[in-house]
């Protein structure tokens, strides 16, 4: 069923739907959910298309602006998981957690009618949001992309929703200030494990209805991550021995036309493997910051 504003309403269960925008869900937009128990109505994220509008509950997968959209706007309960709490309550913890200069913020406002939550509430994992009637949401902390990014398990239709967990051929995205390779590998092996009836991520992939299909495009968006980990050790020994140095060179983006953003996630996510692989001793790191093969 598509509405009068263009977004198709896709039923997952019966008690969830899926809003999905006329792009499919492709940044900067996304792909929420909405879940209608017998006492309450929970959204899961807010997106340009679908504001937190006649919702008693909102659900934030994490702090980013494409899942916050009016988030402050929100006349039901907003949570977010405990570790992305602050940034969703603060402008300044916001800023600092995504490395946006002040002159972007003006940007967040305008185009994501973005502004901070104070009244943002936390939850950790495991927390059950109890919507009545036999409908339960319950939280699954799958950190990397953010430290507090999390899933949700809808019960009883079977429906996970992954977030930004999101099965895209870009791979994963983890060049946040706090964002750490480790945990999204085990955030990748907790996927894996994951049983349900429909897999529905936050943007254009999916929803994936086949336990099989899911799997394969999750090991397929997995390979991803371990592709530019081999692109930076192959930088390392051709003498490459910091981040800065790696930019351009196809770790994250093809040679090319590029973001304007490309050298800033670049920079961050080279470097983030880079310290990954220190801790794992495969690389070593000198005191002028210069990295070599162990």
């Not at 992309?145 to 899933?151: A, I, R, Y």
Request: glycine letters at 10%; a negative charge.
């Amino acid at each position: 069923m598509v509405d009068e504003t263009g977004t198709e309403v896709v039923r997952l269960g019966p008690h969830t739907v899926q809003l999905r925008p006329e792009n499919g869900g492709k940044y900067p937009y996304g792909n929420p959910l909405v879940v209608q128990g017998a006492e309450r109505t929970a959204m899961l994220d807010a997106c340009l298309h679908a504001a937190p509008v006649d919702v008693d509950l909102l659900l934030i997968s994490h702090y980013h602006e494409d899942h916050t959209v009016a988030a402050g706007r929100c006349a039901g309960e907003v949570w977010v998981h405990e570790r992305d709490a602050e940034a969703v309550r603060s402008e300044t913890e916001f800023a600092q957690a995504m490395a946006v200069p002040a002159s972007q913020m003006d940007r967040m406002r305008e185009e994501f009618r973005w502004s901070p939550v104070p009244s943002a509430q936390a939850f950790v994992d495991g927390h059950v949001f109890d919507l009545g009637g036999g409908v339960r949401i319950t939280a699954l902390h799958l950190p990397g992309h953010t430290p507090g990014h999390s899933g949700f398990f809808i019960e009883p239709d079977g429906v996970v929703f992954l977030g930004d967990v999101d099965l895209s051929s870009f791979g994963p995205l983890y060049s946040d200030a706090e964002s750490r390779i480790a945990d999204f590998r085990a955030t990748l092996d907790r996927c894996a494990q994951i049983e349900a009836s429909v897999y529905a991520a936050a943007h254009h992939k999916g929803p994936y209805w086949a336990r099989d299909e899911y799997l394969a495009a999750l090991r397929v968006y997995a390979d991803v991550l371990d592709e530019r980990e081999r692109k930076v050790l192959d930088l390392v020994r051709a003498g490459a021995t910091t981040a800065e140095e790696m930019v351009g060179r196809g770790v994250v983006y093809r040679p090319g036309r590029r973001p304007a953003f490309a050298d800033q996630v670049e920079v961050s996510t080279c470097g983030k493997h880079l310290v990954d692989l220190v801790e794992r001793g495969i690389v070593a790191v000198g005191p002028d910051g210069a990295h070599t093969i162990v």
